[in-house]
């Protein structure tokens, strides 16, 4: 294939696959075997979008990814248009709470909820909807911004979030709430 067609390709894997995706994930979808060529190839789509003022942009995320995605002025107006992600309750539960606790450590998630915490997480951060950064241990988890373009939320504000989420987690999670309490309580002690 030759320059064009291969461009085209790297385009249509990033509009269809709805989430960041690395460049060594392209090469292996498309069969393109040089990083570098689809690295540049990325940006001659990005630039392409840029000079005509798209309201797509393809940006670099979480390090290592690529995501083609509405430009933030953009989304807004076009939120309630967006599909819901797919998620099963465990991990709409998960994505509750660290609304909700944000921001928090993923090891008091893991005590509140169970191991089965990590693979929700895992799916969240694929799916854009939460960030984690290293802190000491454990990570550090909170919501992006795309979660708050669809979930309607006018910015990533962690206390506008916390705020629309507290009847929802207080009404869901009476139980959790009281053990984070409590727990909270005990760390101010120490």
Do not use: C
């Not at 075997?33 to 005509?52: P, Q």
């Amino acid at each position: 294939m030759g320059l064009i067609e291969d461009k085209a390709l790297v385009e249509a894997a990033l509009f269809v696959s709805g989430r960041p995706l690395s460049v060594k994930e392209i090469s292996k979808a498309l069969g393109i075997k040089s990083l570098d060529y689809i690295e540049k190839l990325i940006e001659l789509i990005a630039a392409e979008y840029a000079e005509r003022n798209s309201a797509i942009e393809v940006v670099r995320v979480l390090g290592d990814k690529y995501v083609m995605q509405v430009k933030q002025e953009y989304s807004q107006r076009v939120v309630q248009l967006m599909p819901r992600p797919d998620l099963r309750t465990g991990e709409l539960k998960t994505l509750a709470l660290i609304a909700y606790l944000q921001p928090i450590e993923q090891s008091k998630l893991v005590k509140l909820r169970g191991s089965q915490v990590y693979e929700h997480i895992k799916r969240l951060l694929e799916m854009g909807l939460v960030y984690a950064e290293p802190y000491e241990r454990t990570k550090i988890l909170g919501t992006t911004q795309k979660f708050a373009e669809l979930y309607g939320f006018p910015e990533n504000d962690p206390l506008i979030i916390k705020e629309a989420f507290k009847k929802v987690v207080h009404a869901e999670y009476s139980d959790l709430i009281s053990k984070i309490e409590k727990e909270q309580k005990n760390e101010n002690r120490e």
